[in-house]
């Protein structure tokens, strides 16, 4: 968590991205960095185009916004939201809070990791999914809750009906 | 009962709510377009927020006239494979079928609420200006241009609300702080020199109240920001938003761009040549953030990492400037004050907490949903009245209210009025009012070692209490529950929780102890311990 830029650096440079995930860098660089407190709505700029956040990206992100580039690195990795690796085609976000818990979520989650065969922030070996925890959706009054990519919320979630819902984003 | 005139189209109304759609409101209000188009019926399909009766969610309302007036008559809940049969009982006329509830409002569910901050809320066009204004938008902020800044001040003050945060603190007397903060010109930075920030974090557990009022009334938190922002003499406000709220922000920008273009918001304010501006930024998965300090660094792109305090955000906030940060709720409970008068607000509540309260029901109920009551009701009505007992069917043993640093509570604490002086009487916190039920396959252990576990996973890093003081707690929770040496893993844990509590540099670290000690001391059984309680 350290806060000083590294002088011996053996982290990514920006030639390490396509030129697609360059291009796109670029344009969330050119749209945001002149805002106040820019560093978050870049990172969701990036995340939103790329899925993730490329750690190849980070040079150019202090470049713009004139901050070291082990600053950027300690704001990307506080937040639970943004990843430093690419996720699969889908991401799972299951709820493990209490309200979900009150009605079987914990079950719930034994059974997706076994399913799926993999951990938390996992992602399944045919690419399709990767699952990550989350700490309440707002949908506390119809748990276990599940949030499927950007605004696939889903209710009242089973072991049965989980199994249906990947069946589905497998195909 | 007679048919609405044949030229106006019928109308009806379909929730557009995050929980709604979850429960398959999208495809309901599909498959009522398409059987209505079939059958050359032309109707007009309202998108609404949700009436927060989750159990009846899909509810499908329809707008017929009687004597004149028009009431909405509900059927619920309504799955996509159930429109066609709606339309064969000529629901259109309010016929009759078994998933007819009759009229909404005359429910006893909701009849028996006070909804004042949610008065709109499920009934309205949310994004619609016109429909705003015809159901009593944006009154209190016309009343507010009128008025000299310390005026508006004062109303919110007299009216008696506290912030719907979690810490109660009166809002009034914070805005007052803001308002007489001295600008002191920070070398650099952006040109506003105070700001209106809406913390619209919402991560407790059990609770969707502030998702509920910007998906189903988003125009109602502008016009609170609004008057907050002339109150104080900020020009700039931002809504910093949990990224779990993708349906929320599409509301909140779609109503901040018709609040524009209608002149509502901006550099003019309807002519008034008064400022304010207003955007949506984006947390990114921190339940810190919620913590006032954190999110004003969080905005300002850093980590989201707690400050000391003093100096006060009202002080010294965003970008070093005098700051609001209110709560979803309460800045949305200000609108009406304004409208309506400080005495109208306060007249509802008691002692010290007045108002209403949005009161979210979560968790094993068979019930669940928005409760907007003034304050004074207690648990067991909300379990039982509203709530109707336990989702799984089984006696409930265990409430946690406040979100994930509350206390649990077991039967006998069910009598507890709401109210903020009453919980904390019995160590407990009304937080942002939701409530969590369990029923009697809890195991409270579990419970208490999951908020040490939490706190581990959210804490900021900065101070040791919290950070390695949870760490250690899911440790000898462990420990406990595979029964080591109970009685040191005991002592462990009390000293353990009253570092954290003392020595905490926020609430994080400082109220999870509270969780875990409520549990030990109610529920010692599923501690492995069989000494009576002290
Ligand atoms: C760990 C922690 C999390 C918090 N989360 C929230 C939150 O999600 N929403 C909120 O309004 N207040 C939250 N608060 C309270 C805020 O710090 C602050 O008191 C509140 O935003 C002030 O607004 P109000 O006076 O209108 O309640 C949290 C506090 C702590 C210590
Ligand atoms: S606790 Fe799971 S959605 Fe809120």
């Known amino acids: 968590m350290g806060d000083t830029p590294s002088t011996h650096d053996s982290s990514p440079a920006d030639g390490d991205m396509t030129l697609g995930q360059r291009a796109a860098v670029d344009a969330v660089l050119a749209l945001h960095r002149g805002r106040p407190g820019a560093l978050l709505p870049i990172l969701h700029g990036i995340q939103d185009a790329l899925g993730w956040v490329p750690p190849a990206a980070l040079p150019s992100i202090a470049r713009a916004l004139d901050l070291g580039r082990a600053e950027v690195h300690g704001v990307v990795s506080f937040y639970h939201h943004f990843r430093s690796t690419p996720p699969g085609r889908h991401v799972v976000r299951l709820c493990r809070a209490e309200a979900c818990q009150a009605l079987g979520a914990r079950a719930l989650e034994a059974h997706v990791k076994q399913v799926l065969g993999i951990d938390w922030h996992g992602t399944t070996a045919d690419g399709a999914l990767t699952l990550e925890p989350v700490y309440c959706l707002g949908n506390c009054g119809c748990g276990p809750s599940l949030l499927v990519d950007d605004d696939g919320l889903h209710a009242r979630v089973t072991p049965a009906s989980f199994d249906a819902l990947v069946a589905e984003l497998r195909r | ?534």
């Open chain 2, 1 to 534: 009962m007679s048919l609405p005139a044949a030229s106006m189209p019928l109308r009806v109304y379909v929730s557009r709510d995050a929980s709604a759609l979850a429960l398959g409101a999208d495809a309901t209000a599909r498959a009522i377009e398409a059987v209505a188009r079939e059958r050359g019926i032309a109707i007009d399909l309202v998108r609404t927020g949700s009436r927060g009766m989750f159990w009846l969610e899909p509810l499908v309302e329809v707008e017929v006239a009687t004597n004149g007036a028009s009431t909405r008559i509900g059927y619920g809940p309504v799955a996509a494979r159930d429109v066609a049969g709606l339309f064969d009982a000529g629901f259109t006329r309010a016929g009759a079928h078994p998933a007819r509830v009759g009229p909404v409002e005359s429910l006893d569910w909701l009849a028996r609420q006070d909804r004042l901050c949610f008065a709109r809320v499920g009934v309205t066009d949310p994004l619609g200006i016109a429909d705003y204004v015809a159901h009593g938008g944006f009154r209190g902020l016309r009343n507010a241009l009128a008025m000299a800044p310390a005026d508006i001040v004062k109303v919110v003050i007299d009216s008696g609300l506290r912030g719907r945060g979690g810490a109660a603190f009166p809002t009034g007397l914070k805005w007052k702080t803001v308002l007489d903060a001295p600008v002191t010109q920070p070398a650099a930075g952006p040109q506003p020199s105070k700001y209106v920030v809406c913390n619209a974090d919402e991560g407790d557990s059990g609770t969707f109240s502030d998702r509920m009022l910007m998906e189903g009334d988003p125009l109602c938190l502008v016009e609170g920001m609004t008057i907050a922002g002339i109150a104080v003499g900020a020009t700039q406000g931002y809504i910093y938003l949990r990224s779990e709220y993708p349906h929320a922000r599409r509301a909140l920008d779609a109503a901040i761009a018709n609040a524009y273009a209608a002149g509502w918001l901006g550099a003019d304010i309807r002519g008034s040549g008064r400022r304010f501006d207003l955007e949506v930024r984006i947390g990114a998965g921190a339940y810190i953030c919620g913590e006032e300090t954190s999110l004003l660094d969080s905005l300002e792109g850093k980590r989201g990492q707690v400050r000391f305090k003093p100096p006060l955000p009202a002080i010294k906030g965003l970008f070093g400037r005098p700051t609001v940060v209110n709560n979803v709720i309460s800045l949305a409970s200000v609108p009406l004050i304004l409208e309506r008068g400080a005495a109208y607000y306060r007249d509802y509540g008691v002692g010290r907490s007045r108002g209403t309260l949005p009161i979210q029901l979560a968790g094993n109920l068979k019930r669940t949903g928005l409760v907007e009551k003034a304050f004074g009701v207690t648990l067991r009505e909300l379990l039982y009245d509203w709530g109707g007992g336990s989702y799984s069917g089984r006696p409930i043993r265990a409430v946690q209210v406040g979100g994930p640093l509350g206390a649990y509570l077991p039967e006998s604490q069910f009598d507890t009025p709401l109210d903020y002086e009453a919980f904390a009487s019995i160590g407990a916190m009304l937080g942002h009012g939701g409530i969590v039920a369990f029923d009697d396959s809890v195991d409270m252990a579990e419970q208490a070692r999951h908020a040490m576990e939490f706190c581990a996973v959210e804490s900021c890093g900065k101070c040791t209490p919290c950070r390695i003081g949870s760490t250690r707690g899911v440790e000898v929770l462990d420990r406990l529950r595979a029964g080591i040496d109970r009685e040191r893993q005991l002592a462990l844990l009390e000293d353990l929780c009253t570092t954290m509590r003392h020595a905490s540099l926020c609430a994080l670290g400082g109220l999870t102890p509270d969780p875990v000690t409520s549990a030990l001391k109610h529920f010692r059984e599923d501690f492995g311990i069989s000494t009576p309680r002290e």
